[in-house]
């Protein structure tokens, strides 16, 4: 089977792509809206005017009802829905699990979403809560593992099948099933269950599966992130590796005056004024009807996805997700990604510019990339590291080489001065955070060259970790 | 003449307000759009839709074509407008002052605005750039101050009057004609040429001199920046104190293809996705015209005023403003204005939550007045202060009190626990800034009291400023 997912942009683990499927090509990251044949706010045929490009629908409520699954099959999904676009099936998994049988039901789910014509079908898998002994993780993904390859064997030659990948909060059975399931030739590989982690922001527990599962994963695999609908989330899942998001939240949460903005949830009865400039919010009026909700719902989410797009291919999508991870709880998922950008930093590709947006700015990946490019970087002798060289040049002289500093960078000679990062990084005036990767950096130039240095430096670096540099080099207050 | 201002809700040195015109109410903070009735791309009776409710205009554009004036003058301005609002006219003093013969022409054009029907005129005033010596802003600033007061005298009993502030980079010329002419009876204090400092990205002396003019202003002044609008900075604008922008960025930027957004500008042509949800990005096209741009350009404008007015009822404006400041010169203005937090700290209302949004939260007003709180707390004895009680409650029979800690505030006593801000507040883990502040509070704390405390810190808390705290008190590493 050919490759049906191609990426053409890439910044962290995000990407910019393309899924084909038997209805045309997905541009991803893409959010599939979910429709409820029996719940239908928005019409299907109206969600292109959103933005959606596909949509997600489950296969076990159409299948459920007599009408519509006879509808389904005869007619196919796409003209039960009204929609010729690609359309994912959900297999009802998370209802099966709840009222049992299904044991025997998902070849037949599987089939039958093949009969019906589905671009990408689901197995039913075993959506395995956060916080289950391990024990039970196990034994349900290997039920899962199961399902998934009977589906592969009957789900034809048309309809792409994804592959789930469950786990619970384990992140050793995550990777290991990731791995496992990515030999496979399934074309889309879910992370399941992790809608109870985004509704108590867990964030952080969150962004160490979808890493636990990109490394287990084969890199070319497209990624989609279960019920995921929150545009809060979208910029720092995207830059983990989700390509694909579906979600029924702009309808679940207009059903409860819930208000979805790029840096959160408001109740829409706690707003006087309405923060978004979306055809809805621009039209002057308070007083939503739920559907008129939904529509903003689905406008700002589908914004937050070509503003991701536009950071991608701008090679600002750290910028980005250091802008929208504001909400502690998002934060706290930032700050924890950061202590293993090491897997960042390996694919990190060139930038044209480096924007410091906040003290999290300073453990981006091009920062210990630059530790790396100071290895390379030849110098002997006598060495004057200074950070305002206005106020050490009657002292160049007694050196053989002079270097500057830039935080968080660290030192840099002057011919480097114009280049990147140095050259096109904006950056305000060094804080403690900055100050620390920086004189890091240092220190592991100086040891690394086994130099002979002085550090000259001003009040504005006037900062506790300059002991650190004392045991290596002289201190020079300037 | 009645207080023509009326405040209704503050954060910071924000406030929404309503400013009383011939023509009506201004809610404040409010954009004026700014009509050049030689150039209209979008005509003064459409800007309504935008969200606007009052326009500038340029009177000298008006007065030196002779078919204009004689209109203004027969019809009254808000007919040659089209636009049955608030209007408020400028005087042309830049283009003025580049012309000379200026001498005659600040009574005349006071007289003309007058005439015409305008409702907040405005002298012809000397815009001195920044970084001019003292001796000629000092000078300028008393040829603007000749022209206000002849202003105050020529303006009738209708029209409101606008006396600008003018002293180049000068803070104390800025803070001491402030006063001076808040002395007077004028109406809107406009904060002038600073546009030059807006242009070069310099947002950190922009600040400094809004808060030397807030500092000589009566509270009950409106203030008005003019030329301001770009709406990346509105945010950080209000939070000084500004109550008014006009501008005609919207237009400006749309003919130079350029696409303004809360966190900066893009060029149209380097764009790829359209990073909003306004009528015209949402529409699907990246073919934008001028017109197009300048609608995207207003609706952008009108939507951030909404956030900021939303903000400061929730009583998180600097929440907001702290997601605004991410460009490096604006995260660079917060922190220059959060070295004078002490005023802020002032006049800041009592809050329902504090949402820690990044490392300058920790520097706000909320966090000093924990410090005057601590204060009240009557404790005596052996303090054991701890950070996690789940290992120290072996120890705690030891003890006469036992306090937690919460970073950024500091100790305190589960009594406490659910009140504000400790219970209210949603922080992250602990930071090295986080722990400055909260430790800093502590040894307040600590010295005010003279208290014996044993200080428990577990990992997390373990930080080079706890030496600090070592000096006045028991350190145990749990």
């Known amino acids: 089977m050919p490759d049906r997912f191609e990426v053409t942009n890439k910044d962290a683990f995000g990407r910019i792509g393309k899924l084909e499927t038997p209805h045309g090509a997905i541009a991803t990251p893409a959010l599939l809206p979910v429709v409820n044949l029996n719940l239908t706010l928005i019409a299907p045929r109206e969600m292109r005017n959103f933005g959606a490009e596909a949509l997600m629908t489950n296969a076990y409520i159409i299948y459920r009802n007599p009408h519509l699954r006879e509808t389904a099959l005869s007619t196919g999904i796409h003209s039960l829905l009204g929609f010729d676009g690609p359309i994912m099936t959900d297999s009802g998994a998370f209802q099966l699990a709840e009222y049992g049988d299904i044991e025997l039901q998902s070849e037949q789910i599987v089939a039958f979403q093949r009969e019906a014509g589905s671009d990408i079908g689901t197995p039913i898998d075993i959506p395995t809560p956060p916080d289950v002994t391990h024990q039970r993780a196990l034994e349900e993904l290997e039920v899962t593992r199961g399902r998934i390859n009977e589906a592969l064997r009957c789900s034809g030659d048309e309809m792409l099948v994804a592959a789930p990948i469950q786990g619970s909060t384990h992140l050793d059975l995550r990777e290991q099933y990731a791995e496992l399931l990515s030999k496979l030739s399934a074309d889309v590989y879910p992370i399941g269950a992790v809608v109870p982690l985004m ?39 995207v830059a983990l590796g989700c390509d694909l998001f579906d979600s029924a939240a702009y309808a679940l949460y207009a059903r409860d005056g819930r208000y979805l903005t790029p840096g959160g949830t408001y109740k829409l009865k706690d707003l006087t004024y309405l923060p978004c400039t979306c055809p809805v919010c621009s039209s002057g009026t308070l007083a939503l009807t739920e559907r008129q909700l939904a529509e903003h719902n689905l406008w ?26 504001r909400h502690p709880s998002l934060l706290q998922a930032l700050r924890t990604i950061q202590t293993d950008f090491a897997s960042f930093e390996a694919i990190e590709p060139l930038k044209r510019s480096f924007i410091y947006t906040s003290s999290e700015s300073a453990a981006r990946p091009e920062v210990a990339r630059y530790a790396q490019k100071l290895h390379r970087l030849d110098v002997a002798g006598r060495v004057l590291v200074t950070t305002d060289r206005r106020k050490t040049r009657h002292i160049e002289r007694e050196f053989d080489v002079t ?27 060094p804080d403690c955070v900055s100050i620390k990767s920086a004189v890091r950096n240092l220190i592991e130039f100086i040891g690394f060259n086994s130099l002979d240095v002085t550090f000259a430096y001003d009040e504005q670096w006037d900062h506790d970790v300059l002991a650190e540099v004392g045991a290596l080099a002289t201190l020079v207050r300037i």
């Open 403 to 429: 270097l500057l500093m830039k935080a968080p960078f660290g030192p840099y000679p002057l011919e480097l001065a114009e280049t990147y990062p140095i050259g096109q990084s904006e950056v305000p005036a």
């Open 300 to 325: 700002v989410s589908f914004s937050e996805l070509r503003t991701i797009k536009q950071a991608i291919l701008d090679g600002q999508l750290w910028e980005l997700v250091e802008r929208r991870c």
């Open 199 to 237: 509704e108590s922001y867990r964030f952080s527990e969150l962004s160490s599966i979808i890493l636990a599962c990109k490394a287990g994963l084969a890199w070319n695999k497209p990624v989609h992130l279960f019920g995921a609908g929150h545009p809060m989330m979208f910029a720092l899942a």
